[in-house]
């Protein structure tokens, strides 16, 4: 069974910056696409950024300019870099994984942003 496990979460200012990694618990898989989604208090969850196996990349436009997705794939690691946050971006932020129609889920880590 494949676990994500996702670390770097936290509590910043508005303004700061976190990086969100995800590391497969069975490197030997390789998945297709990776990414994150973010969950608000209230609302339901939302595409962040995914990157495929050929780093191709797709943010929501709420993110774009400010957050970076990317992957090492020999380690089935991706990882989030979190710039300029704003207290929106407020959530639970979970890693993803697919391999062909299988999705695979993280446990998810909160991020908090104070204003």
């Known amino acids: 069974q494949v676990q994500l496990v996702e670390s770097g979460g936290g509590l910043v200012q508005a303004g700061g910056s976190l990086r969100l990694s995800c590391a497969a618990s069975r490197s030997r898989f390789r998945f297709d696409d990776m990414g994150w989604y973010r969950q608000a208090p209230g609302k339901v969850r939302e595409l962040v950024a995914t990157i495929n196996s050929r780093a191709m990349t797709d943010y929501a436009d709420s993110v774009k300019g400010r957050f970076t997705v990317s992957r090492d794939g020999a380690e089935n690691t991706v990882y989030l870099q979190m710039n300029s946050l704003k207290p929106e971006d407020t959530a639970v932020y979970y890693c993803?994984?697919?391999?062909?129609?299988?999705?695979?889920w993280g446990q998810g880590t909160q991020v908090t942003v104070s204003s």
């Open positions: 993803t994984a697919n391999i062909g129609i299988r999705a695979y």
